[in-house]
């Protein structure tokens, strides 16, 4: 008993825990990564060149060092109760009755949500802090007005001041305790984002021409741009009023016109397109001063957006009064300034201690708050984005048939389409997204950055793409696809034969879009089994050489449509099978699994029934339901 045990302190001095492991080695325990630092320069010299163990609380050392001590306590429990059987049960039931009312007490009070759920799905990070609600369920009156809270229904406001989600101060993200959930006008949004999809690709692959390609580039940024935005100020902001309805409804105004005008904006209406992005975005400056009155803990980042804007503005509005080829050099100024300029404020802000006890200094004191991105909200909207295009990919394959027997080449090219568009949702969901250990936007702000682009890309070429792969599926340029099967509309739409720029937006489209949703599983750290197939890096070299493989099938114009279709079809189906089989455990079984099914079953038992069952005299659940059922508590585990 004289033998030093695991213990575990603190010192309100250092602000830091102690934890003392079974050889009696001290383990301390620092509670973000800048504590750290401080308390290993404050322990090197305390100790003069000792060894001594640092960890940060809550990443995977701190983890091991805590089940290393209970299991070393649980032998220790499992001794006592050896040598001292009576009073191990006489303290045993003490301390199940003290378990029963602190689950009872704890039942009582109002608690933040953890952030244990959401370390478990996007990774851990020791910057991430959130404040607990204070309780208000102290007493039986306060319950009695959290009932009340529940019966009586709580009407939308016209307006509520707005209240900062998170926000990033000093190395550190505060953030609501509570989840941010998907508004149902978002969700409305993204209903027009469907046509504004579906006109973009079509137009494009009208006329497949680097000029086409050029005008939907630009033309899709933009709408982007202003997707991008409203995610971005309702991720920022909680207001949840009438208010914010409205200003929703002003932006899809601001859309609508936006939408109209994107098929002759190169011949006729740029102006009008450019005016309806530039009033929502001017708009938008607006609200950014307003709010900055209302939250002056982050004016200087608000400020600082709405300057970004106005330039921006600037070089939009220049570039209706000029020409080719100067127009281009301001629009894609302007697409710079929109794209990035947030970033690079971003950047330098959290890289402002490079500036200390300069003149540069005094204006950062304005920036030491600035809204963070909600990574919840964040991925289920761009999962909903993502989730779209897929869906404009099928409706883009749909045709009207008027033939009696219609299993022709044509229903056949739209079949190996629907084969393509489902195999790529379930790369990108159930592959790609799915068991990541560190998510790309919690990982690093480099990963972020790539993540975020990188959908940027893979969107626009997967739309490209989606708008060729319509055309081909309604081309009579191979056996049995003859036009006159088609209903009128779409018989007018096809074509005897396959131009080469619309293979090249087509495989172009496809190979780059497989080869960017490579580069966004690069961005994430997924969680992996004990000993994969095959590795995720082999598995990631193998998609990007079908991806160079799609790319270069323009250059064989020998090809039909539907030995086109076949062979892309055929390369994507290759990467999802290497995918799901070389994500599997070479000690698993792949076909099926050999786990025995475990059913578990709650009943009440006499403590002489639960001895039987312990001792293997009961070895079936049908044996204790014929037998009389008195007090105690058991849970009975059938295999």
């Given at each position: 008993?004289?033998?030093?045990?695991?213990?575990?302190?603190?010192?309100?001095?250092?602000?830091e825990?102690?934890?003392?492991?079974p050889?009696?080695?001290?383990?301390?325990?620092?509670r973000s990564?800048?504590?750290?630092?401080?308390l290993?320069?404050q322990?090197?010299?305390?100790?003069q060149g000792?060894e001594?163990?640092?960890i940060?609380?809550?990443?995977p050392e701190?983890i091991?060092?805590?089940?290393?001590i209970h299991?070393?306590?649980?032998?220790?429990?499992?001794?006592?109760r050896?040598?001292?059987?009576?009073?191990y049960?006489?303290?045993?039931?003490?301390h199940?009755?003290?378990?029963?009312?602190?689950?009872?007490?704890?039942?009582?009070?109002?608690?933040?949500?953890?952030?244990d759920?959401?370390?478990?799905?996007y990774?851990?990070?020791a910057h991430i802090?959130?404040?607990e609600?204070?309780?208000?369920?102290?007493s039986?009156?306060?319950q009695s007005?959290?009932n009340d809270?529940i019966k009586?229904a709580?009407?939308?406001?016209?307006?509520k001041k707005?209240v900062?989600?998170?926000y990033?101060h000093?190395?550190?993200?505060?953030r609501?305790?509570?989840t941010?959930?998907?508004a149902?006008?978002?969700?409305?949004v993204?209903?027009l984002y469907?046509?504004?999809?579906?006109?973009?690709g079509d137009?494009a692959?009208?006329?497949p021409?680097g000029t086409?390609?050029l005008?939907?580039?630009i033309?899709?940024?933009?709408?982007?741009?202003?997707?991008?935005?409203?995610?971005l100020i309702?991720?920022w902001?909680?207001?949840?009023d009438?208010f914010q309805?409205?200003c929703?409804?002003?932006?899809?105004?601001?859309?609508?016109?936006?939408?109209t005008?994107?098929t002759?904006?190169f011949?006729s209406?740029?102006?009008?397109?450019?005016?309806f992005?530039?009033?929502q975005?001017?708009?938008?400056?607006i609200?950014?001063?307003?709010?900055?009155q209302?939250l002056?803990?982050?004016?200087?980042m608000l400020?600082?957006?709405?300057?970004?804007?106005?330039?921006a503005?600037?070089l939009?509005?220049?570039?209706?009064?000029v020409?080719e080829?100067?127009?281009?050099?301001?629009i894609?100024?302007?697409?710079?300034?929109?794209?990035?300029?947030n970033?690079?404020?971003i950047?330098?802000?959290?890289?402002s201690e490079h500036?200390?006890?300069?003149?540069?200094?005094?204006?950062?004191?304005h920036?030491q708050?600035?809204?963070?991105?909600?990574?919840?909200h964040?991925?289920?909207?761009t999962?909903?984005?993502?989730?779209?295009v897929?869906?404009?990919?099928?409706?883009?394959l749909?045709?009207?048939n008027?033939?009696?027997?219609?299993i022709n080449?044509?229903f056949?090219?739209?079949?190996?389409?629907l084969?393509?568009?489902?195999?790529?949702n379930?790369?990108?969901f159930?592959?790609?997204?799915?068991?990541?250990s560190?998510?790309?936007i919690?990982?690093h702000?480099v990963?972020y950055t790539?993540?975020?682009?990188?959908h940027?890309?893979?969107?626009?070429?997967?739309?490209?793409?989606s708008?060729?792969?319509s055309k081909?599926v309604?081309?009579h340029?191979?056996?049995?696809?003859?036009?006159a099967?088609l209903?009128?509309?779409y018989a007018?739409r096809?074509?005897p034969?396959?131009?080469?720029?619309?293979r090249w937006f087509?495989?172009?489209g496809?190979?780059?879009?497989?080869?960017?949703?490579?580069?966004?599983?690069t961005?994430?750290?997924?969680?992996?089994?004990?000993?994969?197939?095959?590795?995720?890096?082999?598995?990631?070299?193998?998609?990007?050489v079908?991806s160079?493989l799609?790319?270069?099938?323009p250059l064989?114009?020998?090809?039909s449509s539907?030995?086109?279709?076949?062979?892309?079809t055929s390369?994507?189906?290759?990467?999802?099978?290497?995918?799901?089989?070389?994500?599997?455990?070479?000690?698993?079984h792949f076909w099926?699994t050999d786990?025995?099914?475990?059913y578990?079953?709650?009943?009440?038992?006499?403590?002489?029934?639960?001895e039987?069952?312990?001792?293997?005299q009961?070895?079936?659940?049908?044996?204790?339901?014929?037998?009389?059922v008195?007090?105690?508590?058991?849970?009975v585990?059938?295999?």
């Open positions: 008993m004289n033998q030093k045990q695991p213990i575990v302190t603190s010192q309100a001095t250092h602000q825990r102690h934890l003392r492991r050889d009696g080695r001290t383990v301390h325990v620092a990564p800048g504590e750290a630092d401080t290993r320069r322990l090197s010299r305390e100790q000792d001594f163990e640092l940060i609380h809550g990443s701190h091991d060092a805590l089940r290393e299991a070393h306590h649980e032998e220790r429990r499992q001794n006592l050896r040598t001292h059987t009576e009073v049960q006489e303290f045993e039931k003490v199940a009755e003290l378990d029963i009312l602190s689950t009872e007490l704890s039942s009582l009070t109002d608690k933040g949500v953890a952030l759920a959401n370390f478990s799905r990774g851990y990070s802090r959130t404040r609600v204070e309780s208000s369920a102290t039986i009156s306060s007005n959290q809270k009586r709580e009407a939308m406001k016209f307006w707005p900062i989600r998170q990033y000093k190395g550190l993200i505060w609501a305790s509570e941010q959930e998907v149902s006008f978002e969700l409305f993204d209903l469907v046509g504004i999809i579906a006109i973009s137009r692959a009208e006329d021409t086409a390609l005008q939907f580039s033309t899709f940024i933009l709408s982007w741009k202003l997707w991008s935005e409203l995610t309702v991720g902001f909680e207001t949840d009438i309805r409205l929703v409804l002003f932006f899809l105004v601001c859309l609508t016109g936006y939408t005008n994107i002759t904006a011949e209406t740029y102006a009008e397109l450019i005016a992005y530039l009033t975005r001017i708009f938008q400056s609200y950014f001063l307003w709010t900055a209302l002056p803990m982050i004016r200087g400020v600082g957006n709405v300057l970004l804007i106005l330039v503005s600037a939009w509005m220049g570039s209706i009064h020409e080829p100067k127009q281009l050099i301001l894609w100024l302007a697409i710079f300034f929109d794209l990035f300029g970033g690079f404020m950047a330098l802000l959290r890289n500036w200390e006890g300069t003149s540069v200094a005094n204006i950062f004191k920036f708050f600035f809204p963070a991105v909600n990574i919840e964040k991925t289920e909207r999962n909903a984005f993502v989730t779209i897929f869906g404009y990919s099928v409706v883009a749909l045709y009207q008027q033939a009696p027997y219609g080449a044509f056949g090219k739209a079949i190996l389409g084969i393509q568009v489902f195999t790529l379930m790369i990108y159930d592959i790609d997204s799915h068991n990541i560190t998510h790309a919690r990982r702000s990963s790539s993540w975020l682009w990188l940027l890309i893979f969107i626009m070429s997967f739309v490209l793409a708008g060729a792969l081909l309604l081309a340029d191979c056996a049995n696809t003859d036009p099967t209903t009128d509309s007018q096809s074509e034969d396959i131009n080469i720029g619309l087509y495989c172009g496809l190979g780059i879009a497989l080869a960017c949703m490579g580069g966004i599983s961005t994430h750290v997924h969680k992996l089994p004990a000993v994969a197939r095959v590795k995720k890096s082999h598995r990631l070299v193998i998609r990007f079908v160079i799609i790319l270069l099938l064989i114009p020998s090809l539907l030995s086109l279709l076949s062979i892309t390369l994507i189906v290759l990467v999802l099978i290497v995918d799901l089989y070389g994500n599997t455990c070479i000690y698993e099926f786990r025995k099914c475990r578990l079953a709650e009943c009440t038992l006499r403590k002489a029934d639960m039987a069952v312990e001792n293997g009961i070895t079936g659940l049908d044996e204790l339901v014929k037998r009389d008195g007090g105690g508590d058991g849970v585990d059938v295999q």
